[in-house]
Structures are given as C-alpha cells and as structure tokens.
C-alpha cells in the first residue's frame, strides 16, 4: 500500500474529523498517496504533483513549479504493518484519505478486514473525490464515504473531474454526503447543475468555504451561510484550519 511520508514514516495521525458530517468526532486519518486529479489549490500535492509533470499549482511561481519527488514522498507498506501503527491511537472512528484513497480500493478492502479481525470496533470513512467507485469488498466494509466532487475552479477538465458512473453511485448511496468547495457564488450554480444531473439528494449535500486560513473562512462563511440558507443546503466549516492553519499531520 502506497502511503505518503510523513519525516521517516507513513502520514498516519489521530485529530478530530476537520470537515463533513462527523466534523469534531476522534478520528485516525490514513493519508495515502496518489491522485488522479491535479487540482491547482490542492493542500496535498505531494501526493502526486511530481518533478517533470506539467500540473500547475497555486504555490509555483513564474521560474520555479513547486514539485515533489515522487521517491521522496512515498513510503510503501503491507497492510499487517499500517494495522499496527493504525491501532496504537486510541480512535476508532478510521478516516481513509489521500490523495485519492479509491485508487488503492483492493488494499484498503484487504486493510479493513484485517483491522475489523483485530478490533470489531473500528469504523471506516472514505474521503474521495467521487470519480471512482469503491470495488464491493471495499464497499461493504465502510460506514460513511465523504465526496468532494471537483468544480472547474479546481482546474481539472470536466471529464477528468465529472465520472458519471461513479458519481451516479455515490448519488444512490445513503451512506455517501457530498461536500462541495465553494469559491465565489458562481460556484453554486456549478453544485446545483451537478445535484440535478445525477438527482443527488438535498439532504446529503454540504458547501464548504474555501480557503486555508481562519480569516478566509470567516470571510467566505459570511456570504456562503446566508446562500446555504436561502437553498437549503447545509453549512459545513473547516474545523482543522480554524484548529491548526494549513499544518500537515495535524
Ligand atoms: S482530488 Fe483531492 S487530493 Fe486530488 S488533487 Fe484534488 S484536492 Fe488534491
């Protein structure tokens, strides 16, 4: 299993869940490397923003592309081995995250029956960005799946971002709430063209300031609370920023 590094081992920490539903609940993130998106405001680009690709990133500048090398930040496990260091945090509450955690489906399949086989207590969230679905022995395993389906303020293409046969899956499944990124409000129009298209239930949809720092939040939240108001959507914040910034590991 493909995890990014984090110092000298893998990028596994216990924090409160920052976003979406459980937001404030215990939680053990497992960060695991590579993407098949390229979004240009991307917090995690070194899981897959590497040297000699043509990506474009908020945090490059004219002469020089911030990269990552792609030995540098990887660190390959088995999943006897990320079951231990998972299980000596006290949470239960297991968030899979990346990255795109759907990209490595099999391994996380194999990694939850072996954790369910060492403590039946353990409970998996998925974050994904909605353009894979979750092989079955994956799907059986997880309790709540967190979808952030990329707008084009992310900088992907619409059929790079938009996976009609994953999202509709997500839409249909009860387990699955989508949190939408939001930017400007023309972002909204964005959300609710994609709600319609794939008839993703009101209820299981959150909007989410952008931004990296308290002061942005706060300055999103002020026009975004009113909108989710008006349409019905619920408000979602970024409690890990409001905590501890735009810190790694946290
Ligand atoms: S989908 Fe997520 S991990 Fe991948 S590039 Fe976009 S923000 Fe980063």
Redesign the pocket.
């Known amino acids: 299993m493909k995890l990014a590094r984090h110092g000298t081992g893998p990028e596994i920490f216990e924090s409160l869940q920052g976003e979406g539903l459980s937001m404030g609940v215990p939680s053990v993130f497992v960060r695991l490397s590579l993407?098949?998106?390229?979004?240009t405001?991307?917090?995690?680009?070194y899981?897959?923003?590497w040297t000699n690709t043509q990506y474009r990133h908020v945090n490059d500048t004219p002469d020089a592309p911030r990269k990552y090398r792609r030995e540098e930040e990887i660190i390959e496990l088995d999943c006897e081995s990320v079951a231990e260091l998972i299980l000596k945090f006290r949470a239960r509450n297991l968030i899979f995250t990346?990255?795109?955690p759907l990209l490595q489906g099999r391994e996380l399949a194999r990694l939850a029956a072996h954790l369910l086989r060492l403590d039946p207590a353990c409970r998996f969230e998925v974050?994904t960005?909605g353009?894979l679905r979750p092989p079955p022995a994956l799907d059986a395993h997880i309790a709540q799946y967190n979808v952030?389906p990329?707008l084009s303020n992310?900088g992907?293409s619409p059929t790079e971002r938009e996976k009609p046969d994953a999202i509709a899956f997500f839409a249909r499944c009860e387990r699955a709430w989508f949190k939408f990124v939001v930017a400007n409000a023309a972002d909204l129009e964005e959300v609710r063209t994609l709600q319609n298209r794939y008839d993703i239930p009101q209820s299981r949809i959150l909007l989410m300031p952008e931004g990296t720092s308290p002061d942005e939040l706060r300055e999103k939240s002020r026009w975004l609370a009113p909108l989710c108001l008006q349409h019905g959507y619920r408000f979602g914040d970024r409690l890990h920023v409001h905590l501890y910034g735009s810190k790694r590991g946290v």
């Open positions: 993407c098949n998106l390229h979004c405001w991307c917090d995690t680009a899981t897959w923003n990346g990255g795109e974050e960005n353009t952030s990329k992310s992907n």
